[in-house]
């Protein structure tokens, strides 16, 4: 372990600063792990990035976190999507792209997600980057993610798409990114985002649109793009 920067080396102290850090950034080194229940008391964080480490995720006093609006931890070796994001209400951002042995591979349905909430608890959430990892399918409780604009899923295993994918952002979605993944099909769902501007599906295994992709060309001028 030579030369990595372990969680034993950053004192627990660190949580003297819960009520006037808003900012910490540590990305680009080789943590292992955070402290727990340091990283806790951290109150009044706002942006936390924690990109390219060695991380397998947040410690359970992440939940603690309510004051989050970004939490970047791509390039990690997150297996799994934690519970405790769904608690930050003020979330905005969150980036767990892959890029290590360990990535995504799947994402819990809203039962698993109930005591804090489900997808529905991340209320304020504008953008998801869930790109280079291992999904091969999304679950349907992302209809509840009311406030999405921006969905990154590019690199992955996606075979299908769920069928409520136009409730997502309340139809709102502006941005979908499906680039490099195993789709045979759109669903119908789709062709209800009537405010996006930018759908990728390069390098997929199409072999149609969805027979309502007729209605694209009815779209009102103000949900065009000028």
Same mark, same amino acid.
């Given at each position: 372990a030579a030369g990595w920067l372990l969680a034993e080396s950053w004192d627990e102290s660190i949580g003297s600063l819960g009520h006037s850090l808003e900012t910490l950034i540590l990305n680009n080194n080789n943590l292992l792990e955070l402290p727990d229940p340091g990283l806790g008391k951290l109150v009044s964080l706002k942006h936390l990035d924690l990109a390219f480490n060695r991380l397998p995720g947040l410690p359970a006093c992440a939940a603690n976190l309510k004051s989050l609006e970004t939490v970047l931890l791509k390039g990690n070796f997150v297996g799994d999507f934690s519970s405790c994001f769904c608690g930050m209400h003020s979330l905005k951002l969150l980036d767990l792209q892959g890029g290590n042995s360990s990535r995504i591979a799947s994402l819990p349905d809203s039962s698993e997600l109930k005591?804090? +909430?489900?997808?529905?608890?991340? #209320?304020?959430?504008? =953008?998801?980057?869930? $790109? %280079?990892?291992? /999904? &091969?399918?999304?679950?349907? $409780?992302?209809?509840?993610?009311?406030? *999405?604009?921006?969905?990154?899923?590019?690199? %992955? #295993?996606? =075979?299908?798409?769920? &069928?409520? /994918?136009?409730?997502? $952002? #309340? +139809?709102?979605?502006? =941005?979908?990114?499906?680039?490099?993944?195993?789709?045979?099909?759109?669903?119908?769902?789709?062709?209800?985002?009537?405010? *996006? @501007?930018?759908?990728?599906? =390069? %390098?997929?295994?199409? @072999?149609?649109?969805?027979?309502?992709?007729?209605?694209? @060309?009815?779209?009102?001028?103000?949900?065009?793009?000028?």
């Open positions: 005591r804090t +909430g489900g997808y529905g608890g991340l #209320a304020s959430l504008r =953008e998801l980057k869930l $790109g %280079n990892n291992w /999904l &091969t399918s999304l679950p349907s $409780g992302f209809r509840r993610l009311k406030s *999405l604009r921006r969905l990154f899923l590019q690199n %992955n #295993a996606l =075979e299908k798409l769920p &069928t409520s /994918l136009g409730l997502v $952002g #309340a +139809g709102c979605l502006v =941005e979908l990114r499906l680039k490099n993944n195993r789709l045979t099909h759109l669903p119908d769902g789709i062709c209800g985002l009537l405010a *996006l @501007e930018v759908l990728d599906v =390069e %390098n997929n295994r199409l @072999e149609a649109l969805p027979p309502a992709s007729a209605r694209w @060309e009815r779209v009102p001028p103000r949900h065009r793009r000028s």
